[in-house]
């Protein structure tokens, strides 16, 4: 019997997901744009992999290891990290759109005792309005701001998450701890 | 089986259609959660043995000939197959299931596969519809009976089990848009649904009324249809609008549904909705006999047969909002609105498979989600991770699906409810502090019905 009501062809993520390598560019490092009270003219976009490495050296130099693509419970965590100590973080890479990063960002909080939003700062001021900050504390989402540096700009709520053992890391981490 | 010469059962309200054989272990488990088992004609056919093993399903069956399907463009019938066992030469033709069933209804089906195409209202002759009914009604009757060889291997009441209802042959009603007159099929579906009334009572008798979403959304042409399915010979009516999908339904189109059923229930029919999500349960209190679905698909489903293959997708059906969702989704519904187990018996899901895996403990809700990962390397040798669901979170979510909607049926049909009051309460409790999922259907669903209740949205 043909099962076409239950089933469906994988896109996307679904399709599989490369665990190795990601992309450089040289526009990465761009500053914010909120300045003076005036915002300049933003840049295009660069691909959201993009972000991981200074992501994950800022948590390597804070003794965490990081992982790219971790699957956790039918969906992918863009960056997991962990200490030795076992304290982890999930952060959820998006270039632009706050928005969409912060719904990602909240299915992933029983994968982690803290989750992120990392923005390519460009961007990162259209988070920080007051309804932004609003939205993102509500939900004990942090929020980091990325270019060739990454910094926190909402440090995000401790949670003691539920679903620990369901995240599965690929056998090579992509940074390792220094 | 249990025989269903009976005819409809009076209570029965939930029938829960079989896709494939391999869901049989969960549906003879969870049979106290639905009445009527439904059998499509392909499944019947190629899996006759199977079926009449189910020495544990005590529930009467209904089989769909899904004659609708010789209507569709012969492709969707056919696949690639070697010519000879063993060699590696292949043809595209038409699958066994189709070749089988095509010899057992005869004309005109066995000669349109013949000449490879589609089945045209020209190709019944009035002459032969008592001939053509008679053969398709009988292969229902006795379909799943022990042959009559191994009579002796049964009680008397095992060899002759029949389904609850006998379907007369129908044809997709799609609508005539040069003429803007009626749908091509239906003097022939109504012809079918005359001749089967000579051989057989309109009590036992269901006639499908199988429509297309674009037949659906012309007043006047869904009019005539409607008036002419009020006035056939049988008393039950299988209602299927092809992928009408109930979450994503305007409210023109979900008020369409329900004075569809209305007016068919106000002439004296039973109407039965084939493929049904929680819309349809909540018309039960309109007058619909029944409501049916697959075991965690199938509330809408598109006439013609799509091509299978691809991974099963694993999702919860979500009870307050009559959705399936993904894990994730309903996860963070739980954390945003539940504090602990015992309002999430409360407020999601009380069923027994929720109580079982809960066990008192909400982090047990991820067995519902559970995946395995697996690696592949891609054709530069890079290593590839995809996931794919744990089969125990896939029979879990089903078991869940069907008793939660066996509680969903019940409680829809209790004396004190109120689907207004319910509809409001939980449109009111997703819209308040969570952006995760958007519970506008309830909103579209409880207008549809408020108009009719006389009260405003």
Redesign the interface.
């Known amino acids: ?10 896109r996307g993520r ?8 990601f992309p450089r560019t040289s526009r990465l490092d761009q500053p914010e744009r909120l300045q003076d009270g005036r915002i300049a003219a933003l840049p295009a976009p660069i691909p959201e992999l993009a972000l991981f490495p200074p992501v994950a050296d800022a948590l390597a130099s804070d003794g965490y290891t990081s992982w790219r ?1 971790v ?5 992918w965590i863009d960056l997991y990290a962990r200490t030795d100590t076992g304290h982890t973080i999930a952060v959820e890479l998006k270039v632009a759109d706050w928005r969409r990063a912060l ?1 990602q960002a ?5 994968s982690a005792h803290s989750v992120y939003v990392a923005l390519w700062a460009p961007y990162v001021h259209r988070a920080m309005t007051s309804e932004g900050q609003a ?1 993102l504390a509500g939900a004990g989402i942090g929020l980091l701001s990325v270019n060739g540096r990454c910094t926190v700009k909402l440090a995000s709520a401790t949670n003691e998450p ?2 620990l053992e ?1 995240v ?1 890391l ?1 056998q090579r981490p992509s940074r390792r701890a220094r | 089986m249990r025989d269903g010469m009976g005819g409809w059962p009076e209570q029965a309200r939930h029938c829960l259609r079989l896709g494939a054989m391999n869901d049989k272990a969960i549906v003879e488990s969870e049979q106290d959660s639905f009445d009527v088992l439904v059998l499509q004609a392909n499944l019947a056919i190629s899996a006759r043995k199977a079926l009449s093993s189910w020495v544990g399903m005590q529930k009467p069956f209904w089989i769909d000939p899904i004659a609708y399907t010789f209507a569709a463009a012969p492709a969707y019938l056919m696949s690639e197959q070697k010519l000879k066992r063993g060699e590696p030469e292949m043809q595209v033709t038409y699958k066994r299931t189709f070749r089988d069933l095509a010899e057992v209804y005869g004309e005109p089906f066995s000669r349109v596969l013949e000449e490879r195409r589609s089945l045209r209202p020209e190709d019944f002759d009035p002459q032969e519809d008592q001939r053509v009914v008679e053969r398709m009604l009988e292969w229902q009757r006795t379909v799943l009976s022990p042959p009559a060889e191994d009579a002796k291997f049964f009680e008397d009441e095992e060899m002759a089990l029949e389904p609850v209802l006998l379907t007369v042959p129908n044809l997709p009603l799609q609508p005539d848009v040069e003429r803007e007159e009626e749908p091509a099929w239906l003097p022939v579906n109504v012809r079918l649904v005359e001749a089967a009334a000579t051989i057989h009572d309109p009590s036992r008798l269901a006639a499908g009324l199988l429509i297309e979403e674009s037949l659906f959304d012309s007043r006047s042409q869904l009019d005539r249809v409607g008036q002419a399915y009020q006035a056939i010979p049988a008393d039950h009516i299988w209602l299927w609008v092809s992928d009408n999908n109930e979450i994503d339904m305007t409210i023109p189109r979900a008020r369409r549904l329900r004075d569809l059923v209305r007016s068919l229930v106000e002439s004296g029919k039973q109407v039965h909705q084939a493929f049904g999500g929680s819309f349809s349960t909540l018309l039960l209190r309109d007058g619909l006999t029944s409501v049916g679905h697959g075991v965690g698909y199938w509330e809408h489903k598109s006439w013609e047969p799509l091509a299978g293959g691809g991974l099963p997708t694993l999702r919860y059906f979500y009870p307050p909002l009559g959705q399936r969702l993904r894990f994730l989704d309903v996860d963070a519904l739980v954390d945003a609105l539940v504090e602990d187990t015992e309002e999430f018996h409360l407020e999601v899901c009380d069923c027994e498979v929720c109580r079982e895996t809960l066990e008192g403990n909400l982090g047990n809700f991820a067995a519902y989600g559970a995946v395995v990962v697996r690696e592949r390397r891609d054709r530069s040798g890079r290593v590839i991770e995809y996931d794919v669901p744990q089969p125990s979170a896939l029979t879990l979510s089903k078991r869940h699906y069907l008793r939660a909607k066996a509680r969903e049926v019940a409680r829809f049909l209790a004396t004190d409810f109120d689907p207004q009051v319910r509809l409001a309460y939980q449109i009111d409790r997703h819209e308040r502090g969570q952006q995760i999922v958007d519970p506008g259907h309830l909103k579209v669903w409880r207008a549809a019905l408020a108009e009719h209740a006389g009260t405003s949205a």
Do not use: D, I, K
């Open positions: 019997m043909a099962s076409a009501g239950r089933t469906e062809r994988r679904g399709a599989g997901l490369s665990v190795t390598g693509e699957s956790f419970l039918g969906s719904v909240r299915l992933l909080r029983n939205l539920r679903y369901h599965h690929p």
